[in-house]
Structures are given as structure tokens and as C-alpha cells.
């Protein structure tokens, strides 16, 4: 059955029940104005977003597992204790969210803006993200393990006890990044910028990883040690 499409609508809360009580199947939205509306709790399961707007929505608890999203504006949206199992983000604006204590197993973030984002205590088995801006984020206790990483940026994020071990870096920065406590055993590392991480902090926080001569080189010089 083909989804219900509904375009330029301004959505409340009200607005959104109504429609949810039409018990139609999965729906989809495009270029919608949800903007500071509260969709606390809501059963959203399957919808599909498009070019929509929720800058600073409130989601606390809604169901959005098997959601896609793509090209959407949510700035400081709140997508805390939600369940968002298997969701898809492709190409959106999510700087400045909130995440605590969501279900984030196997959900997918791909060329969106999660600077300053909040991850703290989700549940993220599986989750993965591509070509993604990450700075400033906090991204702490999350596993990456045996990840190929495409092109994050996560400078100046907070990756304490974070698993990287045996993950694969390809291109992206961890530049001045918290590193306290990360495992990185077994990691290639030698494509990421890991500027602004001194020599004298590698044999802790780079314990079996691998880097390039270029890296260590650089490292070198931070320390005022000439390499020719």
C-alpha cells in the first residue's frame, strides 16, 4: 500500500494525533513545519521525513524505529529515551541534539551535522555513521569496534571509553579530541588527523593502534624534536 504523502503542513501535537487517529498505515511528510512541537510519546513507527523542519521538537519516548529521514532541519530537537531501531538519517541537520538513553541498534547516520550532539547513555549497538560531522559531540561509552569509519570529524569530541579497537579509519579527524580511557588496540588510524595529541600521550591512548611515519613525524615536532 502506497504511504499517505502530506506536504507544507504546519504540525502541533494536536494536529499530528488527529492524524494518527485515522489509523492509516505508515505515512509519509515532506517540507513540514514541526518546529517546537511536543511529539512526546507518539507512535511514529515507519514514517518517512523529508525536508522537514522540527528545530527544537520535543520526541521523549515516541516510537521511530524503521524511520527515514532525509534532508530535514531538527536543531536542539530532543530525541531522548526514544526508540529509533533501524532509522535512517541521510543528508540532515541535527546540530545540538539530544540522544540520552535512546535505542539507536543499527540506525544509520550518513552526511548529517551531529555537531554538539549528546549520546550520552544510549543504547547504539550496531549504530553507524558516514561522512558525518561529529564535532564537539559527546560520543561517550559508545563501540565503534571492527567499524569502517568514513570521513567522521570528531574533533574536540568527547570519545571517553569509547571501543575503536580493530576499527578502520578512513579519512575524518579525532583532532583534540577526549581520549580518555578510548581503546584503540588493533585500529588504523593512519588516514585521521590526530592533530593536537601529543607524543608523550601515544603509548596510553594509542596502545596497539596503528598510525603513519607522517603521524609520528608530526608528533615528533609538537615536542620541539627536529625530523629529517
Excluded: Y
Aim: proline share 1%.
Amino acid at each position: 500500500m502506497t504511504e499517505p504523502l502530506h506536504q507544507d503542513i504546519t504540525f502541533d501535537r494536536d494536529a499530528l494525533v488527529a492524524l494518527l487517529a485515522e489509523k492509516s498505515p505508515q505515512a509519509a511528510f515532506e517540507r513540514c513545519d514541526f518546529e517546537g512541537a511536543d511529539l512526546s510519546g507518539l507512535d511514529l513507527r515507519g514514517f518517512t521525513f523529508t525536508a522537514c523542519n522540527f528545530a527544537e521538537t520535543l520526541f521523549k519516548g515516541a516510537k521511530l524505529s524503521s524511520s527515514r529521514w532525509k534532508d530535514c532541519r531538527a536543531r536542539q530537537a530532543d530525541f531522548q529515551a526514544t526508540d529509533l531501531t533501524d532509522a535512517r538519517f541521510w543528508q540532515c541537520d541535527l546540530n545540538n541534539t539530544f540522544w540520552g538513553a535512546a535505542r539507536l541498534s543499527s540506525a544509520l547516520f550518513s552526511e548529517v551535522k551531529l555537531t554538539g550532539a549528546n549520546f550520552r547513555e544510549c543504547l547504539g549497538l550496531g549504530l553507524s555513521f558516514s561522512e558525518t560531522l561529529l564535532v564537539g559531540a559527546d560520543l561517550r561509552g559508545l563501540s565503534f569496534r571492527k567499524q569502517k569509519l568514513e570521513q567522521l570529524d570528531m574533533s574536540d569530541a568527547d570519545l571517553g571509553g569509547c571501543d575503536f579497537r580493530d576499527t578502520i579509519f578512513n579519512g575524518g579527524s579525532l583532532r583534540d579530541a577526549n581520549l580518555k580511557n578510548t581503546q584503540f588496540d588493533g585500529a588504523d588510524l593512519r588516514s585521521v588527523d590526530l592533530g593536537g595529541l601529543r607524543i608523550t600521550a601515544v603509548a596510553q591512548l594509542l596502545k596497539g593502534a596503528v598510525i603513519s611515519a607522517d603521524q609520528a613525524a608530526d608528533m615528533l615536532r609538537s615536542v620541539g624534536v627536529r625530523v629529517h
